[in-house]
């Protein structure tokens, strides 16, 4: 992230602004809100300590899914005759792959069905 920040000059009495480029890796799970705070390398003030840069992540919205905490909605339209019947969801992932849910059974309006181990990872256990 290109940041610009007010800086002393090496007289210690004027100003001058200074671009610098901040590097941090977001990683997978992490939730919205979450802060990244870089100490010092904000705008100094002739009575203040530097300040510090926090970054906060905010969630983009996605074409097909809804987070709720690590798992990912996916909300599937299915007809009246392939909630009777029983019918295979074609359910997309994140990274790209589809994963055909078998529905056997009479399927209810707001039916739940889970995948195991397709959501985000846990931000302290990435391997879960």
Request: with cysteine; charged share 25%.
């Amino acid at each position: 992230m290109k940041i610009t920040c007010r800086r002393f000059n090496d007289d210690g009495r004027t100003m001058q602004n200074e671009d610098r480029i901040l590097n941090f890796v977001i990683k997978w799970g992490w939730k919205e809100g979450t802060k990244i705070t870089f100490p010092k390398e904000g705008d100094a003030a002739p009575d203040n300590i530097l300040a510090d840069i926090i970054f906060i992540l905010k969630d983009n919205p996605h074409s097909h899914f809804k987070r709720d905490g690590t798992d990912m909605v996916y909300i599937a339209n299915i007809s009246l005759k392939e909630a009777l019947c029983g019918c295979t969801v074609n359910v997309p992932t994140i990274d790209g792959r589809v994963i055909p849910l078998p529905c056997n059974d009479i399927i209810k309006p707001g039916t739940v069905k889970r995948l195991r181990g397709e959501g985000l990872p846990f931000p302290k256990a990435p391997s879960q």
